[in-house]
Nanobody
Framework: QVQLVESGGGLVQAGGSLRLSCAASGISFSLNTMGWYRQAPGKQRELVATITTGGSTVYADSVKGRFTISRDNAKNTMYLQMNSLKPEDTAVYYC?????????WGQGTQVTVSS
């Protein structure tokens, strides 16, 4: 059974930092491209960042220079270090894994940035 479990969300003031984690089980983690997506109230889910099996990364323009995606294949875990947070970063953050076929999704973790 595939499970992606996010953790690390919470309430933080603008300018602060959070580190999200995504623990994967039931998949060959090292063979999956992993990613973080987010969905704010009333908005569509959007890409935040992805990391390939080889470690190549892609970021949304809105988070470049502030967020860093990484993975630890030995721990089957992906991370998102979020610095200089802004109120517009407030959203539910979802972990995503894909290799062949439909992607896998976690249940999400809430990030709230107060001004």
């Amino acid at each position: 059974q595939v499970q992606l479990v996010e953790s690390g969300g919470g309430l933080v003031q603008a300018g602060g930092s959070l580190r999200l984690s995504c623990a994967a089980s039931g998949i060959s983690f090292s063979l999956n491209t992993m990613g973080w997506y987010r969905q704010a109230p009333g908005k569509q889910r959007e890409l935040v960042a992805t990391i390939t099996t080889g470690g190549s990364t892609v970021y949304a323009d809105s988070v470049k220079g502030r967020f860093t995606i990484s993975r630890d294949n030995a721990k089957n875990t992906m991370y998102l270090q979020m610095n200089s947070l802004k109120p517009e970063d407030t959203a539910v953050y979802y972990c995503n894994g894909r290799r062949f076929g439909p992607p896998y999704w976690g249940q999400g973790t809430q990030v709230t940035v107060s001004s």
